[in-house]
């Protein structure tokens, strides 16, 4: 296999001797290190390194270079090698710079020097972004390949859930990519039998459900002992990380989701808030940190397996999936957050997959290329997803009931919509008609003030209008409030009917629900702060009660 290049650019030839030295002394062995002064020559360098079909990993640009500054040149060398990582190498005077280029360019680091020892400073930065382009990017050879029509509802299920599962994958699109024609003919499949699956080592599926595509990709879908110290449902970040506290704590830990790890955060193009991220990181980044994380603590993690119910006996509780399987745990936490509420217009169900989306922005943001495409909704979601595939389509229209986007989204992203020039809010408005064949291709606009209508033509609609909890499926197993949110704690003593669910002399413990030894965590709690870190919070604290449990039991 080629090695990846890192490509290193400072004008000084000092500072570039030495850190081409230590990086050079590191990592020689798995990847090539070119260096140079001159920031042109370097873009010489990488459009034939493209043209070679060979590949970068890492650039490290000085800022401070007389033919370009380091942000500009790192602009354009992203243009070739999108998904390489970029550090800007900063005196301490150019931190403001560093700092704006965190959301121009997308930068992954700033370097300051000195950056000595190269132990303490440079490498573990290094490592980090290696490791994470490593995680992103797969050589063409090596991937799955799935084959479809890009509107189509069943390719846009396998995508979502390849993609949530981190499972890296080439979509071909039978209709614009003449090379999917040749897959068809291999595999001796019809249209008719799209999507098709074909992995690494030649075999396929045709038109395949979740779990057989998962149980081929390798994903684990049957649980291994007889009983768990505690089963987590959900592996949104309240799950994953109960998971992970569970497991390092050494207790037999079970993650079971439905469908993708990372829950909601695992559709959110940049997470800008989140404690030791200055320059933000995707919920697909994250995802990717947190499950290798708890799987190197030895978690078990079962996925796409939905649970459909929970008894408890003797207090052993046993949990029942969809398949019929069951569970046997002594304590569980569960982490079901919420999701997108539905947009009720007559005849949209059809076209769900098919141009009518909920939160699935990063997945099909290279087909709304040079598109005309709409959001419903204003809220930070809709916002992160506008700026995200304003990179792609020619025109982000956002749809608001309000007035405007400062009354329902975060300040810091209002700013930047309102500099983005491709993106337009339109208020006072609903989607009110739909129309198209197969796929979505019109939708209808009502102005709530005037009353006027119009019809426009689009391939996609996004819509993030809020949410519900995933608590259906509890029935009335634990209490919850009118909405469908699972109370825990104090909560639950403010119940009238507190004294006959509950028998232990203690009181329930913050996060545990009306059965004793059962946790909720996370957005599905009421009264959740509602956010990535508050989830981590609640999930890893509500470990710290199951212990409690366990040793009472
Ligand atoms: C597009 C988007 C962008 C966001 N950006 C930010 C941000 O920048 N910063 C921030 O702080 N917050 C952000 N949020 C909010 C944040 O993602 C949520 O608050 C957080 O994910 C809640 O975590 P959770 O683990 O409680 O639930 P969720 O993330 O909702 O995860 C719940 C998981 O449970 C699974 N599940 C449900 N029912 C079952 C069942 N029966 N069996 C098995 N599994 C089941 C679901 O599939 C899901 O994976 C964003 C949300 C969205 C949608």
């Known amino acids: 296999m080629k090695l990846p290049y ?82 800007l190498l900063t005196a301490y005077s150019d931190i403001d710079a560093a700092i704006k280029a965190i959301n121009n360019v997308k930068l992954d680091y700033y370097l300051l020097k000195p950056w000595h020892p190269a132990e303490e400073k440079l490498f573990p930065v290094v490592n980090d972004l290696l490791d994470e382009w490593h995680a992103f990017y797969k050589p063409d050879h090596e991937a799955t390949r799935i084959i479809g029509f890009q509107w189509s509802p069943k390719s846009h299920r396998l995508k979502e859930f390849l993609s949530g599962n981190l ?10 990519n003449a090379e999917a024609e040749k897959y068809l003919i291999s595999t001796n499949a019809l249209k008719t039998d799209l999507p098709l699956v074909v992995f690494k080592d030649g075999s396929f599926i045709k038109d395949p459900s979740l779990s057989d595509l998962a149980a081929q990709v390798g994903l684990q879908q049957k649980a291994t002992k007889e009983m768990y110290d505690v089963l987590i449902i959900g592996g949104g970040p309240a799950g994953l990380a109960a998971s992970v506290y569970g497991s390092c704590e050494g207790l037999k830990t079970l993650l079971i989701e439905k469908s ?64 019929g399987s069951q569970v046997y745990s002594r304590a569980i936490v569960i982490a079901t957050g919420v999701s997108y509420k ?22 099909e943001a290279h087909a709304c290329r040079n598109e005309a495409i709409y959001i419903v909704g204003g809220g930070n979601s809709a916002c992160q997803a506008a700026m995200y595939m304003s990179k792609f389509a020619k025109e982000v229209n956002i749809l608001i009931r309000r ?151």
């Open 342 to 363: 539905s947009l009720e217009i007559a005849g949209l169900d059809q076209f769900t997959g098919a141009g009518v989306y909920y939160g699935a922005a990063g997945i």
């Open 6 to 87: 890192i490509i290193i650019i400072d004008d000084d030839i000092q500072v570039l001797r030495a850190i081409q030295r230590d990086i050079r002394n590191k990592y020689r062995d798995e990847y090539k290190v070119a260096a140079t002064e001159s920031a042109n020559e370097a873009l010489e360098l990488i459009k034939e390194l493209k043209l070679k079909n060979e590949e970068v990993a890492l650039f490290i640009s000085d800022q401070r270079m007389p033919e370009m500054e380091g942000i500009r040149f790192l602009e354009k060398a992203s243009e070739i090698f999108p998904v390489a990582k970029k550090v």
């Open 167 to 176: 499972v890296p994958y080439i979509w071909m699109d039978i209709e614009s």
């Open 403 to 553: 007035d405007s986007l400062s009354q329902v989204a975060a300040n810091y992203l209002v700013q930047n919509i309102s500099r983005t020039p491709n993106i337009n809010v339109i208020p006072h408005t609903d989607v009110v008609a739909c129309s198209g064949s197969s796929v979505l291709e019109t939708i209808t606009l009502k102005n709530a003030k005037s009353g006027e209508e119009q019809t426009v033509p689009t391939k996609a609609l996004f819509v993030y209008i809020g949410m519900r909890p995933g608590t259906a499926w509890l029935n009335d197993t634990v209490l919850k409030d009118e909405k469908g949110f699972i109370v825990c704690g104090s909560d639950l003593q403010k119940d009238k009917s507190f004294n006959t669910f509950w028998k232990l002399k203690r009181e329930p413990y913050m996060p545990e629900t009306s059965i004793p030894g059962i946790f909720a965590s996370g957005d599905v709690r009421f009264g959740a702060m509602t956010g990535i870190s508050s989830a981590v919070g609640e999930g890893s604290m509500a470990i710290r009660f199951v212990r409690k449990y366990l040793q009472e039991i």
């Open 260 to 323: 993708n790890p990372g829950g909601q955060a695992s559709s959110s193009a940049r997470i800008e808030n989140y404690l030791g991220f200055p320059h933000g990181l995707s919920g697909a980044e994250l995802t990717q940190r947190a499950i290798t994380q708890t799987l190197r603590f030895g978690t078990e993690v079962l996925t796409p397996m939905e649970v459909k119910s929970i008894t408890v006996k003797d207090g052993y509780k046993i949990t029942e999936m969809k398949d």
